[in-house]
T-cell receptor, first 115, second 113 residues
Framework: GENVEQHPSTLSVQEGDSAVIKCTYS??????FPWYKQELGKRPQLIID?????GEKKDQRIAVTLNKTAKHFSLHITETQPEDSAVYFC??????????????FGKGTKLSVKP | SQTIHQWPATLVQPVGSPLSLECTVE??????LYWYRQAAGRGLQLLFY??????ISSEVPQNLSASRPQDRQFILSSKKLLLSDSGFYLC????????????FGDGTRLSIL
């Protein structure tokens, strides 16, 4: 089955710097890759997602890139702000409905943005 | 728009007591529904998912069970709680077809004493 590895587990940056979180997946049939942000004690919230028919997607300060050949995808946050501090999860899924549509999550990256 | 409700927000239960957590979704039909558990500082572990009424798939063997008595209602239960059942329980939904994002409820923080 699918396996998603996420690095780093913790990341500390200065306000205004960029942050990059990387994930690799094992199943070449995976074709949907969402990213979630979870603030302390809160629910995970979808912040951006990408499908395998595109290589990059951007939404304001957040971008995701996908390399299908290498089977990895990354989250890029530019001009980081203290409110970006949270745990970020990547995920992957491969198919339609049933268990094949289930998301496989990485173990999370705790991002700390220092003012 | 679609909304997901999950309750209670927090729960403190003694070991050996029963459990019932409820999740409902509004504004969509035939959603896929999911129960996750998140231990403190850890990732998301999928416990159960459901693609329709009465259809439950279990991802890991455990002390818990799930039921889907109505299209937009998903219930997580236990007959006898264990200390190891403590955690943050999250319900989520997604559109019934295709690779779609999952949307999470606010979660239930369960503490077992």
């Amino acid at each position: 089955g699918e396996n998603v590895e996420q690095h780093p587990s913790t990341l500390s940056v200065q306000e205004g710097d960029s942050a990059v979180i990387k994930c690799t997946y094992s199943d070449s049939a995976s074709n949907y890759f969402p990213w979630y942000k979870q603030e302390l004690g809160k629910r995970p919230q979808l912040i951006i997602d990408i499908r395998s028919n595109v290589g990059e997607k951007k939404d304001q300060r957040i971008a995701v890139t996908l390399n299908k050949t290498a089977k990895h995808f990354s989250l890029h946050i530019t001009e980081t702000q203290p409110e970006d501090s949270a745990v970020y999860f990547c995920a992957a899924s491969r198919g339609y409905g049933g268990s094949q549509g289930n998301l496989i999550f990485g173990k999370g990256t705790k991002l700390s943005v220092k003012p | 728009s679609q909304t997901i409700h999950q309750w209670p927000a927090t729960l403190v239960q003694p070991v050996g007591s029963p459990l019932s957590l409820e999740c409902t979704v509004e504004g969509t039909s035939n959603p896929n529904l999911y129960w996750y558990r998140q231990a403190a500082g850890r990732g998301l572990q999928l416990l159960f998912y459901s693609v329709g009424i009465g259809q439950i798939s279990s991802e890991v063997p455990q002390n818990l069970s799930a039921s889907r008595p109505q299209d937009r209602q998903f219930i997580l239960s236990s007959k006898k709680l264990l200390l190891s059942d403590s955690g943050f329980y999250l319900c989520a939904w997604s559109e019934g077809q295709g690779n779609q994002p999952q949307h999470f409820g606010d979660g239930t923080r369960l503490s077992i004493l």
